[in-house]
Protein backbone atom coordinates (compact mmCIF):
# COMPACT_ATOMS: atom_id res chain seq x y z
CA UNK A 1 0.00 0.00 0.00
CA UNK A 2 3.15 2.20 -0.02
CA UNK A 3 3.44 2.61 -3.23
CA UNK A 4 1.18 4.16 -4.58
CA UNK A 5 0.85 6.64 -1.66
CA UNK A 6 4.23 7.36 -2.97
CA UNK A 7 2.95 8.67 -6.72
CA UNK A 8 0.49 10.52 -4.88
CA UNK A 9 2.53 13.62 -5.33
CA UNK A 10 3.09 12.98 -8.83
CA UNK A 11 -0.49 12.83 -10.17
CA UNK A 12 -0.88 15.85 -8.17
CA UNK A 13 1.68 17.66 -9.55
CA UNK A 14 0.67 16.16 -12.97
CA UNK A 15 -3.02 17.11 -12.34
CA UNK A 16 -2.02 20.69 -11.73
CA UNK A 17 0.07 20.98 -14.90
CA UNK A 18 -2.32 20.17 -17.30
CA UNK A 19 -4.66 22.58 -15.50
CA UNK A 20 -2.93 25.42 -15.80
CA UNK A 21 -1.30 24.97 -19.50
CA UNK A 22 -3.72 24.99 -21.44
CA UNK A 23 -6.14 28.17 -21.84
CA UNK A 24 -9.43 28.35 -22.88
CA UNK A 25 -9.82 31.68 -24.84
CA UNK A 26 -13.11 31.53 -26.10
CA UNK A 27 -15.83 28.81 -26.62
CA UNK A 28 -18.37 30.65 -28.79
CA UNK A 29 -22.13 29.23 -29.29
CA UNK A 30 -23.12 30.90 -32.41
CA UNK A 31 -26.45 31.67 -32.69
CA UNK A 32 -27.30 30.54 -28.62
CA UNK A 33 -28.74 32.76 -26.60
CA UNK A 34 -27.62 31.14 -22.90
CA UNK A 35 -24.01 30.57 -21.23
CA UNK A 36 -24.09 26.44 -20.77
CA UNK A 37 -21.83 23.64 -20.01
CA UNK A 38 -20.93 20.97 -21.75
CA UNK A 39 -20.15 17.36 -20.76
CA UNK A 40 -16.68 18.44 -21.04
CA UNK A 41 -17.53 20.71 -18.14
CA UNK A 42 -16.40 23.46 -20.86
CA UNK A 43 -18.66 26.49 -20.40
CA UNK A 44 -20.27 27.95 -23.92
CA UNK A 45 -21.05 31.71 -24.13
CA UNK A 46 -23.54 32.96 -26.81
CA UNK A 47 -22.60 35.11 -29.62
CA UNK A 48 -22.96 38.77 -29.42
CA UNK A 49 -22.16 41.96 -30.95
CA UNK A 50 -18.55 42.31 -29.28
CA UNK A 51 -17.81 39.06 -31.47
CA UNK A 52 -20.18 39.29 -34.15
CA UNK A 53 -23.07 42.26 -35.32
CA UNK A 54 -23.89 40.62 -38.16
CA UNK A 55 -26.58 37.47 -39.15
CA UNK A 56 -29.40 35.83 -38.05
CA UNK A 57 -29.28 32.86 -35.48
CA UNK A 58 -31.16 29.49 -36.21
CA UNK A 59 -32.40 26.50 -34.29
CA UNK A 60 -31.33 23.57 -36.09
CA UNK A 61 -34.37 20.68 -37.54
CA UNK A 62 -32.70 17.79 -36.35
CA UNK A 63 -31.41 16.16 -33.33
CA UNK A 64 -27.83 16.98 -32.78
CA UNK A 65 -24.89 14.97 -30.82
CA UNK A 66 -24.14 17.91 -28.98
CA UNK A 67 -26.36 20.99 -27.82
CA UNK A 68 -23.69 23.43 -28.73
CA UNK A 69 -24.92 22.19 -32.41
CA UNK A 70 -28.27 23.15 -31.63
CA UNK A 71 -28.07 26.72 -33.04
CA UNK A 72 -26.24 28.36 -35.86
CA UNK A 73 -25.72 31.65 -37.16
CA UNK A 74 -26.07 32.08 -41.01
CA UNK A 75 -25.08 35.10 -43.25
CA UNK A 76 -27.19 36.08 -46.27
CA UNK A 77 -25.83 39.50 -46.57
CA UNK A 78 -22.13 41.09 -47.45
CA UNK A 79 -19.11 38.99 -49.66
CA UNK A 80 -17.75 38.09 -46.16
CA UNK A 81 -19.10 37.82 -42.29
CA UNK A 82 -16.73 37.22 -39.69
CA UNK A 83 -16.16 36.62 -35.80
CA UNK A 84 -13.66 38.61 -34.12
CA UNK A 85 -12.37 37.86 -30.87
CA UNK A 86 -9.00 39.67 -28.44
CA UNK A 87 -6.01 37.99 -28.12
CA UNK A 88 -1.78 38.74 -27.39
CA UNK A 89 -0.24 39.58 -30.19
CA UNK A 90 2.23 36.65 -31.05
CA UNK A 91 0.38 34.55 -29.09
CA UNK A 92 0.24 30.59 -30.55
CA UNK A 93 -3.41 29.97 -30.73
CA UNK A 94 -5.27 26.83 -32.09
CA UNK A 95 -8.66 27.61 -33.70
CA UNK A 96 -11.50 24.95 -34.37
CA UNK A 97 -14.77 25.75 -36.16
CA UNK A 98 -17.81 23.54 -36.45
CA UNK A 99 -20.27 23.31 -38.93
CA UNK A 100 -23.96 21.55 -38.38
CA UNK A 101 -26.61 22.20 -40.87
CA UNK A 102 -29.22 20.14 -39.54
CA UNK A 103 -31.65 21.05 -42.53
CA UNK A 104 -32.38 24.53 -40.21
CA UNK A 105 -34.01 26.01 -43.30
CA UNK A 106 -36.19 23.57 -44.21
CA UNK A 107 -34.19 22.73 -47.69
CA UNK A 108 -32.00 19.95 -47.56
CA UNK A 109 -29.77 21.83 -49.48
CA UNK A 110 -26.23 21.70 -47.08
CA UNK A 111 -24.45 24.94 -48.53
CA UNK A 112 -20.57 25.66 -49.62
CA UNK A 113 -18.88 28.12 -48.67
CA UNK A 114 -14.91 29.67 -47.96
CA UNK A 115 -13.19 29.94 -44.72
CA UNK A 116 -10.91 32.43 -44.09
CA UNK A 117 -8.74 33.26 -41.01
CA UNK A 118 -7.10 36.57 -40.32
CA UNK A 119 -7.37 37.30 -43.87
CA UNK A 120 -6.10 34.02 -44.91
CA UNK A 121 -7.82 31.28 -47.13
CA UNK A 122 -8.43 28.15 -44.80
CA UNK A 123 -10.64 26.10 -46.66
CA UNK A 124 -14.12 25.34 -48.80
CA UNK A 125 -16.53 24.19 -46.41
CA UNK A 126 -19.10 20.91 -47.67
CA UNK A 127 -21.49 20.74 -44.98
CA UNK A 128 -23.30 18.17 -44.21
CA UNK A 129 -27.38 17.67 -43.38
CA UNK A 130 -26.39 15.09 -40.84
CA UNK A 131 -22.59 15.50 -39.64
CA UNK A 132 -20.52 17.79 -37.60
CA UNK A 133 -18.07 19.15 -40.02
CA UNK A 134 -14.67 20.50 -38.11
CA UNK A 135 -11.84 22.33 -39.01
CA UNK A 136 -8.97 23.22 -36.91
CA UNK A 137 -5.86 25.31 -37.29
CA UNK A 138 -2.75 26.23 -34.93
CA UNK A 139 -0.56 29.45 -35.74
CA UNK A 140 0.91 31.97 -34.50
CA UNK A 141 -1.38 35.24 -34.67
CA UNK A 142 0.19 38.27 -35.67
CA UNK A 143 -2.22 41.15 -34.56
CA UNK A 144 -4.25 41.49 -31.78
CA UNK A 145 -7.08 39.34 -32.47
CA UNK A 146 -7.87 36.39 -34.11
CA UNK A 147 -11.08 37.07 -36.72
CA UNK A 148 -12.80 33.71 -38.45
CA UNK A 149 -14.60 34.28 -41.62
CA UNK A 150 -17.04 32.97 -43.74
CA UNK A 151 -17.54 34.21 -47.14
CA UNK A 152 -20.15 32.96 -49.92
CA UNK A 153 -19.43 31.60 -53.28
CA UNK A 154 -22.47 30.77 -54.64
CA UNK A 155 -25.49 32.65 -55.06
CA UNK A 156 -27.75 29.93 -53.79
CA UNK A 157 -25.34 28.74 -50.65
CA UNK A 158 -25.75 30.69 -47.94
CA UNK A 159 -22.85 30.59 -45.08
CA UNK A 160 -23.10 29.74 -41.65
CA UNK A 161 -21.22 28.80 -38.19
CA UNK A 162 -22.44 26.20 -35.73
CA UNK A 163 -19.41 26.89 -32.86
CA UNK A 164 -16.07 28.80 -32.74
CA UNK A 165 -13.23 28.01 -30.19
CA UNK A 166 -10.28 29.37 -29.57
CA UNK A 167 -7.27 28.30 -27.01
CA UNK A 168 -3.72 28.86 -25.80
CA UNK A 169 -1.18 27.12 -26.77
CA UNK A 170 2.39 26.94 -25.86
CA UNK A 171 5.11 28.09 -28.18
CA UNK A 172 7.03 25.30 -28.18
CA UNK A 173 4.21 23.45 -29.56
CA UNK A 174 4.43 22.00 -33.05
CA UNK A 175 7.46 23.88 -33.38
CA UNK A 176 8.79 22.22 -36.52
CA UNK A 177 6.94 24.45 -38.99
CA UNK A 178 8.16 27.67 -39.93
CA UNK A 179 6.43 30.40 -37.53
CA UNK A 180 5.18 32.12 -40.35
CA UNK A 181 2.97 29.32 -41.54
CA UNK A 182 -0.47 27.66 -40.16
CA UNK A 183 -1.25 24.12 -39.50
CA UNK A 184 -4.28 22.41 -40.72
CA UNK A 185 -5.42 19.10 -39.18
CA UNK A 186 -6.24 16.28 -41.15
CA UNK A 187 -6.28 14.17 -37.93
CA UNK A 188 -5.87 13.44 -34.52
CA UNK A 189 -6.02 9.64 -33.51
CA UNK A 190 -5.74 7.74 -30.15
CA UNK A 191 -4.56 3.99 -31.27
CA UNK A 192 -6.30 1.87 -29.35
CA UNK A 193 -9.00 3.42 -27.12
CA UNK A 194 -12.13 3.30 -26.89
CA UNK A 195 -13.76 6.62 -26.35
CA UNK A 196 -12.71 10.28 -27.57
CA UNK A 197 -10.61 11.97 -25.45
CA UNK A 198 -11.01 15.85 -24.97
CA UNK A 199 -10.54 18.95 -22.38
CA UNK A 200 -9.83 17.86 -18.54
CA UNK A 201 -7.30 15.82 -16.63
CA UNK A 202 -6.24 13.08 -17.42
CA UNK A 203 -7.45 14.22 -21.10
CA UNK A 204 -5.98 16.97 -22.99
CA UNK A 205 -5.20 20.48 -21.01
CA UNK A 206 -5.05 21.73 -24.38
CA UNK A 207 -8.29 20.66 -25.60
CA UNK A 208 -7.03 18.67 -28.91
CA UNK A 209 -9.86 16.34 -29.19
CA UNK A 210 -8.52 12.84 -30.13
CA UNK A 211 -10.49 10.02 -31.91
CA UNK A 212 -10.09 6.87 -30.86
CA UNK A 213 -8.77 4.42 -33.94
CA UNK A 214 -7.88 0.92 -34.73
CA UNK A 215 -3.96 1.16 -35.62
CA UNK A 216 -2.79 -2.16 -36.84
CA UNK A 217 -4.78 -5.23 -36.44
CA UNK A 218 -4.82 -5.36 -32.65
CA UNK A 219 -5.36 -2.88 -29.57
CA UNK A 220 -2.93 -3.04 -26.00
CA UNK A 221 -3.34 -1.01 -22.67
CA UNK A 222 0.10 0.02 -20.80
CA UNK A 223 0.43 -1.28 -17.15
CA UNK A 224 2.49 1.30 -16.38
CA UNK A 225 1.62 3.36 -13.25
CA UNK A 226 2.40 6.54 -14.63
CA UNK A 227 4.01 7.87 -17.41
CA UNK A 228 5.65 11.36 -17.48
CA UNK A 229 4.47 12.92 -20.68
CA UNK A 230 7.09 15.96 -20.93
CA UNK A 231 8.39 16.45 -24.39
CA UNK A 232 7.05 17.98 -27.76
CA UNK A 233 3.55 18.97 -27.45
CA UNK A 234 3.06 17.47 -24.36
CA UNK A 235 0.30 14.81 -25.29
CA UNK A 236 -2.26 13.69 -22.77
CA UNK A 237 -1.45 11.17 -20.34
CA UNK A 238 -5.33 9.40 -21.83
CA UNK A 239 -3.39 8.95 -25.55
CA UNK A 240 -0.37 6.74 -23.75
CA UNK A 241 -2.28 4.50 -21.60
CA UNK A 242 -3.57 2.43 -25.02
CA UNK A 243 -1.16 1.71 -28.41
CA UNK A 244 -2.02 -0.15 -31.31
CA UNK A 245 0.18 -2.90 -32.88
CA UNK A 246 0.27 -6.18 -35.16
CA UNK A 247 0.57 -9.77 -34.13
CA UNK A 248 3.93 -10.43 -35.46
CA UNK A 249 7.18 -8.73 -36.10
CA UNK A 250 6.90 -9.62 -39.73
CA UNK A 251 3.98 -7.53 -40.06
CA UNK A 252 4.22 -3.86 -41.00
CA UNK A 253 1.60 -1.75 -39.41
CA UNK A 254 0.75 0.66 -42.13
CA UNK A 255 -0.50 4.39 -41.65
CA UNK A 256 -1.50 5.18 -44.47
CA UNK A 257 -1.13 7.40 -47.53
CA UNK A 258 0.10 10.97 -47.53
CA UNK A 259 0.00 14.49 -49.36
CA UNK A 260 2.40 16.47 -50.24
CA UNK A 261 3.20 19.18 -47.73
CA UNK A 262 2.16 16.93 -45.07
CA UNK A 263 3.05 16.99 -41.04
CA UNK A 264 2.89 13.37 -39.35
CA UNK A 265 3.66 13.81 -35.55
CA UNK A 266 3.78 9.56 -33.84
CA UNK A 267 3.84 9.13 -29.83
CA UNK A 268 5.72 5.81 -29.04
CA UNK A 269 5.18 5.05 -25.18
CA UNK A 270 5.84 0.79 -24.79
CA UNK A 271 3.23 -0.88 -22.90
CA UNK A 272 5.23 -3.26 -20.89
CA UNK A 273 8.69 -2.90 -19.05
CA UNK A 274 10.34 -5.12 -21.76
CA UNK A 275 13.61 -4.65 -19.91
CA UNK A 276 12.27 -7.02 -17.00
CA UNK A 277 11.41 -9.64 -19.60
CA UNK A 278 14.89 -9.51 -21.26
CA UNK A 279 12.96 -8.40 -24.64
CA UNK A 280 13.62 -5.76 -27.33
CA UNK A 281 10.95 -3.76 -29.08
CA UNK A 282 12.60 -1.57 -31.64
CA UNK A 283 11.15 -0.57 -35.73
CA UNK A 284 11.48 2.12 -38.30
CA UNK A 285 9.71 4.19 -39.84
CA UNK A 286 9.63 3.33 -43.52
CA UNK A 287 8.09 5.25 -47.12
CA UNK A 288 6.72 3.44 -50.08
CA UNK A 289 6.95 5.69 -53.17
CA UNK A 290 6.24 4.57 -56.79
CA UNK A 291 9.81 4.94 -57.44
CA UNK A 292 12.13 3.81 -54.33
CA UNK A 293 11.27 2.75 -50.94
CA UNK A 294 12.94 2.11 -47.61
CA UNK A 295 13.60 3.13 -43.93
CA UNK A 296 13.76 7.03 -43.02
CA UNK A 297 14.81 8.60 -39.68
CA UNK A 298 16.84 6.32 -36.68
CA UNK A 299 15.58 3.31 -35.16
CA UNK A 300 12.86 3.85 -32.53
CA UNK A 301 12.61 1.90 -29.42
CA UNK A 302 9.77 3.50 -27.28
CA UNK A 303 10.52 3.56 -23.88
CA UNK A 304 8.16 2.84 -20.58
CA UNK A 305 6.66 5.06 -18.54
CA UNK A 306 7.51 8.28 -20.98
CA UNK A 307 6.99 8.97 -24.58
CA UNK A 308 9.11 9.79 -27.50
CA UNK A 309 8.37 12.02 -30.26
CA UNK A 310 8.98 11.75 -33.97
CA UNK A 311 7.67 13.87 -36.97
CA UNK A 312 8.06 14.01 -40.50
CA UNK A 313 7.83 16.97 -41.46
CA UNK A 314 7.79 18.88 -45.37
CA UNK A 315 7.66 15.78 -47.59
CA UNK A 316 7.60 16.16 -51.21
CA UNK A 317 5.34 13.37 -52.05
CA UNK A 318 3.04 11.30 -54.66
CA UNK A 319 -0.25 10.51 -54.29
CA UNK A 320 0.94 6.62 -54.01
CA UNK A 321 3.19 7.47 -50.99
CA UNK A 322 2.65 5.48 -47.95
CA UNK A 323 4.34 5.29 -44.60
CA UNK A 324 4.28 2.16 -42.43
CA UNK A 325 6.04 1.04 -38.80
CA UNK A 326 8.24 -2.26 -39.36
CA UNK A 327 10.09 -4.36 -36.91
CA UNK A 328 14.03 -4.18 -37.31
CA UNK A 329 15.83 -7.33 -37.18
CA UNK A 330 16.92 -7.93 -34.11
CA UNK A 331 13.61 -6.82 -32.47
CA UNK A 332 11.46 -9.26 -30.66
CA UNK A 333 8.35 -7.80 -30.41
CA UNK A 334 6.55 -6.36 -33.19
CA UNK A 335 6.09 -2.28 -33.78
CA UNK A 336 3.36 -0.07 -32.21
CA UNK A 337 1.69 3.50 -32.06
CA UNK A 338 0.08 5.42 -29.15
CA UNK A 339 -1.06 8.46 -30.87
CA UNK A 340 -0.88 10.03 -34.51
CA UNK A 341 -1.34 13.53 -35.58
CA UNK A 342 -1.78 14.71 -39.47
CA UNK A 343 -1.07 18.65 -40.20
CA UNK A 344 -1.50 20.00 -43.53
CA UNK A 345 1.11 23.27 -44.15
CA UNK A 346 -0.29 26.47 -44.98
CA UNK A 347 1.35 28.46 -47.37
CA UNK A 348 3.16 31.71 -45.88
CA UNK A 349 0.47 33.79 -44.02
CA UNK A 350 0.15 37.01 -45.06
CA UNK A 351 0.86 40.30 -42.74
CA UNK A 352 -2.71 41.48 -43.59
CA UNK A 353 -3.85 45.08 -44.67
CA UNK A 354 -1.47 48.35 -44.40
CA UNK A 355 -1.52 49.23 -40.15
CA UNK A 356 -1.89 52.80 -41.04
CA UNK A 357 -5.19 51.65 -42.85
CA UNK A 358 -6.18 49.48 -40.16
CA UNK A 359 -5.69 51.93 -37.73
CA UNK A 360 -7.83 54.84 -40.07
CA UNK A 361 -10.81 52.73 -40.55
CA UNK A 362 -10.50 51.55 -36.71
CA UNK A 363 -11.01 55.36 -36.40
CA UNK A 364 -13.94 55.44 -38.91
CA UNK A 365 -15.68 52.94 -36.85
CA UNK A 366 -15.57 54.54 -33.93
CA UNK A 367 -16.71 57.93 -35.04
CA UNK A 368 -19.37 55.96 -36.95
CA UNK A 369 -21.47 53.29 -35.47
CA UNK A 370 -22.79 51.62 -38.34
CA UNK A 371 -19.58 50.83 -40.22
CA UNK A 372 -18.65 48.58 -36.79
CA UNK A 373 -20.55 45.45 -38.11
CA UNK A 374 -17.51 44.85 -40.67
CA UNK A 375 -14.11 43.19 -39.02
CA UNK A 376 -11.15 40.74 -40.02
CA UNK A 377 -8.77 42.03 -42.40
CA UNK A 378 -10.36 45.02 -44.52
CA UNK A 379 -8.33 43.70 -48.09
CA UNK A 380 -7.95 40.02 -47.44
CA UNK A 381 -8.07 37.67 -48.95
CA UNK A 382 -8.89 38.93 -52.41
CA UNK A 383 -11.70 39.30 -53.64
CA UNK A 384 -13.38 39.33 -49.91
CA UNK A 385 -12.06 42.79 -49.17
CA UNK A 386 -15.51 44.86 -46.92
CA UNK A 387 -17.97 46.00 -49.10
CA UNK A 388 -17.43 49.54 -49.04
CA UNK A 389 -13.27 49.28 -49.82
CA UNK A 390 -10.93 48.59 -52.65
CA UNK A 391 -7.69 47.34 -52.39
CA UNK A 392 -4.51 47.23 -53.76
CA UNK A 393 -3.36 44.01 -54.65
CA UNK A 394 0.37 44.53 -53.44
CA UNK A 395 1.27 41.62 -50.92
CA UNK A 396 0.48 44.22 -47.96
CA UNK A 397 -2.32 45.83 -49.55
CA UNK A 398 -3.66 49.34 -49.24
CA UNK A 399 -7.09 50.93 -49.33
CA UNK A 400 -7.58 52.97 -52.44
CA UNK A 401 -10.62 54.11 -52.47
CA UNK A 402 -13.74 54.45 -49.81
CA UNK A 403 -17.53 54.17 -51.19
CA UNK A 404 -19.47 55.20 -48.20
CA UNK A 405 -22.34 57.35 -50.30
CA UNK A 406 -25.92 56.84 -48.62
CA UNK A 407 -24.25 55.13 -44.94
CA UNK A 408 -26.17 57.45 -42.96
CA UNK A 409 -22.82 58.69 -41.85
CA UNK A 410 -23.44 61.33 -39.43
CA UNK A 411 -21.07 64.02 -37.72
CA UNK A 412 -17.59 65.10 -38.38
CA UNK A 413 -15.10 63.73 -40.60
CA UNK A 414 -12.04 62.47 -38.56
CA UNK A 415 -8.32 62.53 -39.23
CA UNK A 416 -7.73 59.52 -41.93
CA UNK A 417 -4.75 61.26 -43.72
CA UNK A 418 -2.85 58.25 -43.24
CA UNK A 419 -4.85 56.75 -45.33
CA UNK A 420 -2.34 58.18 -47.95
CA UNK A 421 -2.90 55.69 -50.88
CA UNK A 422 -6.50 56.44 -50.98
CA UNK A 423 -7.43 57.84 -55.01
CA UNK A 424 -11.21 57.51 -54.27
CA UNK A 425 -13.50 59.45 -51.08
CA UNK A 426 -17.09 59.18 -52.00
CA UNK A 427 -19.45 60.17 -48.87
CA UNK A 428 -22.09 61.69 -50.69
CA UNK A 429 -25.86 61.88 -49.61
CA UNK A 430 -24.97 61.63 -45.72
CA UNK A 431 -25.56 63.70 -42.83
CA UNK A 432 -22.06 64.53 -42.35
CA UNK A 433 -21.68 68.55 -40.81
CA UNK A 434 -18.69 70.53 -39.76
CA UNK A 435 -16.10 72.28 -41.91
CA UNK A 436 -14.49 69.98 -44.48
CA UNK A 437 -10.90 69.15 -43.26
CA UNK A 438 -7.88 70.57 -44.38
CA UNK A 439 -5.88 66.98 -44.33
CA UNK A 440 -8.25 65.92 -47.43
CA UNK A 441 -6.34 68.88 -50.18
CA UNK A 442 -2.79 67.31 -48.73
CA UNK A 443 -3.48 63.40 -49.98
CA UNK A 444 -1.22 62.69 -52.49
CA UNK A 445 -2.99 60.36 -54.47
CA UNK A 446 -6.65 61.75 -54.11
CA UNK A 447 -8.19 61.92 -57.14
CA UNK A 448 -12.10 61.94 -56.74
CA UNK A 449 -13.56 63.52 -53.36
CA UNK A 450 -17.55 63.41 -53.34
CA UNK A 451 -18.73 65.19 -50.28
CA UNK A 452 -22.24 66.36 -52.10
CA UNK A 453 -25.89 66.46 -50.03
CA UNK A 454 -24.18 66.79 -46.86
CA UNK A 455 -24.75 69.34 -43.91
CA UNK A 456 -20.75 70.54 -44.39
CA UNK A 457 -20.20 74.55 -43.84
CA UNK A 458 -17.31 77.07 -43.43
CA UNK A 459 -15.45 77.92 -46.73
CA UNK A 460 -13.84 75.09 -48.70
CA UNK A 461 -9.95 74.63 -47.43
CA UNK A 462 -7.58 76.52 -49.94
CA UNK A 463 -5.30 73.39 -50.33
CA UNK A 464 -8.23 71.45 -51.80
CA UNK A 465 -10.00 74.17 -53.95
CA UNK A 466 -6.79 74.88 -55.92
CA UNK A 467 -5.76 70.97 -55.99
CA UNK A 468 -6.14 70.53 -60.00
CA UNK A 469 -5.49 66.79 -59.24
CA UNK A 470 -8.83 66.25 -57.37
CA UNK A 471 -12.16 65.97 -58.47
CA UNK A 472 -14.29 68.25 -55.94
CA UNK A 473 -17.90 67.77 -55.82
CA UNK A 474 -19.42 69.61 -52.60
CA UNK A 475 -23.08 70.26 -54.48
CA UNK A 476 -25.98 69.84 -52.01
CA UNK A 477 -24.32 71.95 -49.07
CA UNK A 478 -25.99 75.28 -48.58
CA UNK A 479 -23.50 76.55 -45.99
CA UNK A 480 -20.73 75.77 -47.95
CA UNK A 481 -18.82 78.97 -49.82
CA UNK A 482 -16.02 79.12 -51.60
CA UNK A 483 -12.62 80.18 -50.01
CA UNK A 484 -12.46 84.30 -49.01
CA UNK A 485 -16.01 84.36 -49.96
CA UNK A 486 -19.10 85.37 -46.86
CA UNK A 487 -20.30 82.12 -45.65
CA UNK A 488 -24.16 81.42 -45.20
CA UNK A 489 -24.76 80.28 -41.63
CA UNK A 490 -25.66 76.46 -41.14
CA UNK A 491 -28.35 75.44 -38.57
CA UNK A 492 -26.81 74.39 -35.59
CA UNK A 493 -23.24 74.97 -36.54
CA UNK A 494 -20.96 77.79 -38.02
CA UNK A 495 -17.49 77.27 -38.69
CA UNK A 496 -16.85 74.17 -37.29
CA UNK A 497 -14.33 71.79 -37.29
CA UNK A 498 -13.63 68.37 -36.65
CA UNK A 499 -13.53 67.45 -32.71
CA UNK A 500 -15.58 70.91 -32.28
CA UNK A 501 -19.21 72.59 -32.89
CA UNK A 502 -19.87 75.89 -32.82
CA UNK A 503 -23.43 77.21 -32.41
CA UNK A 504 -24.56 80.12 -33.65
CA UNK A 505 -26.09 83.18 -31.75
CA UNK A 506 -30.05 83.33 -32.75
CA UNK A 507 -30.78 86.01 -31.08
CA UNK A 508 -28.71 88.19 -33.31
CA UNK A 509 -29.85 86.81 -35.95
CA UNK A 510 -33.53 87.01 -35.77
CA UNK A 511 -33.19 91.11 -34.72
CA UNK A 512 -31.67 91.62 -38.19
CA UNK A 513 -35.37 91.60 -40.13
CA UNK A 514 -36.78 93.84 -36.67
CA UNK A 515 -34.53 96.37 -37.49
CA UNK A 516 -34.87 96.28 -41.05
CA UNK A 517 -38.73 96.30 -40.65
CA UNK A 518 -39.02 99.09 -38.57
CA UNK A 519 -36.28 101.87 -39.88
CA UNK A 520 -36.60 101.27 -43.75
CA UNK A 521 -40.61 101.19 -43.91
CA UNK A 522 -40.47 104.94 -41.24
CA UNK A 523 -37.97 106.13 -43.77
CA UNK A 524 -40.18 106.02 -46.00
CA UNK A 525 -43.09 106.63 -44.20
CA UNK A 526 -41.78 110.07 -43.71
CA UNK A 527 -41.80 111.06 -47.44
CA UNK A 528 -45.21 109.43 -48.20
CA UNK A 529 -46.72 111.68 -45.21
CA UNK A 530 -45.21 114.88 -46.38
CA UNK A 531 -45.97 114.52 -50.16
CA UNK A 532 -49.60 113.98 -49.51
CA UNK A 533 -49.58 117.37 -46.75
CA UNK A 534 -48.23 118.76 -50.31
CA UNK A 535 -51.04 117.46 -52.52
CA UNK A 536 -53.86 118.60 -50.22
CA UNK A 537 -52.61 122.05 -49.14
CA UNK A 538 -52.25 122.45 -53.28
CA UNK A 539 -55.60 121.52 -54.06
CA UNK A 540 -57.74 123.30 -51.49
CA UNK A 541 -61.59 122.59 -50.70
CA UNK A 542 -63.15 122.99 -54.32
CA UNK A 543 -61.19 120.73 -56.00
CA UNK A 544 -62.38 118.15 -53.11
CA UNK A 545 -66.01 118.62 -53.65
CA UNK A 546 -65.99 116.63 -57.20
CA UNK A 547 -65.08 113.49 -55.21
CA UNK A 548 -68.36 111.33 -54.61
CA UNK A 549 -67.81 109.36 -51.45
CA UNK A 550 -69.78 107.40 -48.90
CA UNK A 551 -69.44 107.84 -44.98
CA UNK A 552 -70.04 105.17 -42.29
CA UNK A 553 -73.72 105.51 -43.11
CA UNK A 554 -74.05 105.64 -47.18
CA UNK A 555 -74.47 109.57 -47.21
CA UNK A 556 -72.40 112.03 -48.84
CA UNK A 557 -68.96 112.87 -46.82
CA UNK A 558 -66.33 115.89 -46.77
CA UNK A 559 -64.03 116.01 -49.85
CA UNK A 560 -61.44 116.45 -46.98
CA UNK A 561 -62.23 113.25 -45.51
CA UNK A 562 -62.24 111.37 -49.00
CA UNK A 563 -58.70 112.47 -49.24
CA UNK A 564 -57.43 112.15 -46.02
CA UNK A 565 -58.85 108.47 -46.17
CA UNK A 566 -57.02 107.96 -49.70
CA UNK A 567 -53.76 109.00 -48.04
CA UNK A 568 -54.09 106.91 -45.17
CA UNK A 569 -54.98 103.73 -47.70
CA UNK A 570 -51.49 104.64 -49.59
CA UNK A 571 -49.51 104.61 -46.71
CA UNK A 572 -50.57 101.84 -45.15
CA UNK A 573 -50.86 99.43 -48.81
CA UNK A 574 -46.77 100.75 -48.98
CA UNK A 575 -46.23 99.73 -45.19
CA UNK A 576 -47.39 96.24 -45.76
CA UNK A 577 -45.77 96.05 -49.10
CA UNK A 578 -42.46 97.07 -47.69
CA UNK A 579 -43.31 94.34 -44.87
CA UNK A 580 -44.23 91.75 -46.84
CA UNK A 581 -40.25 92.17 -48.57
CA UNK A 582 -38.59 92.29 -45.08
CA UNK A 583 -40.74 89.13 -43.28
CA UNK A 584 -43.06 87.47 -45.66
CA UNK A 585 -46.43 87.01 -45.37
CA UNK A 586 -48.43 87.71 -43.36
CA UNK A 587 -46.70 90.63 -41.92
CA UNK A 588 -45.33 90.82 -37.95
CA UNK A 589 -46.17 94.32 -38.29
CA UNK A 590 -50.17 94.46 -38.80
CA UNK A 591 -50.78 91.07 -37.10
CA UNK A 592 -52.20 89.65 -39.73
CA UNK A 593 -53.37 85.81 -38.90
CA UNK A 594 -53.93 84.87 -42.59
CA UNK A 595 -56.13 85.30 -45.23
CA UNK A 596 -57.81 88.39 -43.82
CA UNK A 597 -56.26 91.89 -42.68
CA UNK A 598 -57.92 94.64 -40.58
CA UNK A 599 -57.34 98.28 -41.54
CA UNK A 600 -57.36 100.92 -38.31
CA UNK A 601 -60.85 101.82 -38.50
CA UNK A 602 -61.53 97.99 -37.46
CA UNK A 603 -62.94 97.32 -41.47
CA UNK A 604 -62.36 93.60 -42.30
CA UNK A 605 -62.09 92.15 -46.07
CA UNK A 606 -59.97 90.56 -48.43
CA UNK A 607 -56.39 90.75 -47.81
CA UNK A 608 -54.90 93.03 -50.97
CA UNK A 609 -52.89 91.08 -53.30
Known sequence: MVGPFKLLPVLLLALFTFSVSGELIASIDCGGTEIQTDTNLIIWSPDDDTVISN????????????????????????????YSYPVTQR??????????????????????FDLHFDGNF?????????????????????????????????????????????????????DDVSASRAVFLNSRFSC??????????????????????????????SDAIFIDTTGPNKPPLGVLQYAGTVDTTSEALFLGPVSAMNYIIMYFSDVTDVTSTSQTRSFRIYESKTVGSGPIQSVISPPYGSVEVRNLTYFTLDSATNVSLAATVGSDLPPLLNAIESFDISEILTNGTDNNDVDALALLQTTFDVLQGWRGDP????????????????????????????????GLLPDISSMDALQIIDMHKNSLTGTIPSFLGTMPNLQQ????????????????????????????NPSLCAPGKSCPSSPGTINATPGSTTTTNSKKSSSLPVILGTTIPAFFLVWVAAGIFIILRKRGKPANTNIPTNGANGHSGGGANGL???????????????????????????????????DQYGETGNQVP
Open 192 to 221: GASDTLRYAFPDDAYDRIWVPAKCGTKSVA
Open 379 to 410: CLPAPYSWDWLNCSTDATPRVTALHLDGYNLS
Open 564 to 598: HKIGEGMVHEFMENVAQQTFGSPSPLFGNTGGESS
Open 449 to 476: LNLADNQLSGSIPTALSKNNKVKLTVTG
Open 91 to 112: EQVLVRVSFYYGNYDGLSKPPT
Open 122 to 174: WATVETSISEVITYEAIYIVKRDSVSVCVAQTKPDQVPFISALEIRGVDSDFY
Open 55 to 82: GQAYVTRTDSKSPIMNTLRAFTTRKKNC
